[in-house]
């Protein structure tokens, strides 16, 4: 009789183990898109447009996080950007901030933002209710392929979420190993990068290669998952004036494994439900 009550507890202690897992699974886990779409150079209307339509598009996936390109609203080493930028928070911040409400959804997205005459390139971090949770400014920023250059940023930050720690790096800041050194005291749960990778068409499409390996590294330096969305389009301006960015955006697990990759060179809303190691 002794021995059958053992068992039973035995049994019933291994049930409450499976369902405090599977609760745990749940909690842990959060749908995220990466909105990879086209950003056409100084068209703020037509980008504005474009980042509704993916958002809801996203959300028919149930998407709860949804990341976008690297300055999604006037293009990349623009030097337009100088007129056309906003502070953070300012106007263009307001409008996204709208769309977060409007659709109850986390927006991660790069951006240019203007304060006095610097103009920066950043990525912010907007939850349901429009806050901006986290600001980062690139740090790597490439002074040569535009003039006046953007200004550079400094340190690196997560913020806490429902979904767990979330850090921010914005493109060339993810080839920098004491970026990620620094990142990684922080312990990340998620690291969001808005990527704008380009080059010319004929490297297309084995250019991609080499983003899902900078991505690789990244989420195995940090032990975490890494959301890298692309941009598309071409470059209007400088040095790399028509170079296009090629897609391939890329979710990489924390050991390298692929979860998820954008179609080549093309529009592509991709969505996955991502496990978050706490």
Not at 29 to 51: L, P, W, Y
Not at 115 to 130: F, N
Request: hydrophobic share 40%; charged share 25%.
């Amino acid at each position: 009789m002794q021995i059958m009550k053992t068992l039973i507890i035995a049994i019933l202690l291994v049930c409450s183990a499976c369902v405090m897992d599977s609760n745990n699974d749940e909690m842990d886990t959060v749908k995220i898109a990466m909105a990879q779409i086209f950003c056409v150079n100084s068209d703020t209307s037509g980008n504005f447009k474009r980042i509704e339509y993916a958002i809801e598009d996203a959300l028919k996936s149930g998407a709860e996080l949804i990341c976008f390109p690297e300055t999604s609203l006037f293009g990349w080493v623009n030097p337009e950007a100088h007129k056309m930028a906003s502070p953070i928070p300012g106007e263009s911040t307001d409008r996204l901030a709208g769309l977060a409400r409007k659709h109850e959804v986390y927006i991660c997205i790069g951006l240019c933002e203007k304060e006095g005459e610097k103009l920066y390139d950043s990525v912010i971090l907007l939850d349901p209710q429009g806050t901006i949770l986290l600001k980062h400014r690139k740090i790597n920023i490439l002074t040569e392929l535009m003039d006046p250059p953007y200004t550079k940023g400094s340190g690196v930050q997560v913020v806490e979420t429902e979904f767990g720690r979330i850090g921010l790096l914005v493109c060339a800041d993810s080839f920098v190993p004491e970026l990620l050194d620094e990142m990684k005291k922080h312990k990340p749960d998620i690291m969001l990068i808005p990527y704008g990778w380009a080059n010319s068409i004929d490297k297309w499409p084995q250019h991609g290669e080499s983003l899902r390996k900078t991505i690789q590294n990244v989420a195995q330096k940090l032990d975490c998952p890494v959301i890298g969305t692309d941009a598309l389009g071409k470059i209007s301006h400088g040095p790399w004036s028509g170079l296009v960015f090629g897609g391939q955006s890329y979710a990489i697990d924390y050991d390298g494994t692929v979860l998820a990759r954008g179609r080549d060179r093309d529009r592509d809303i991709i969505s996955l439900e991502l496990k978050i190691r706490k």
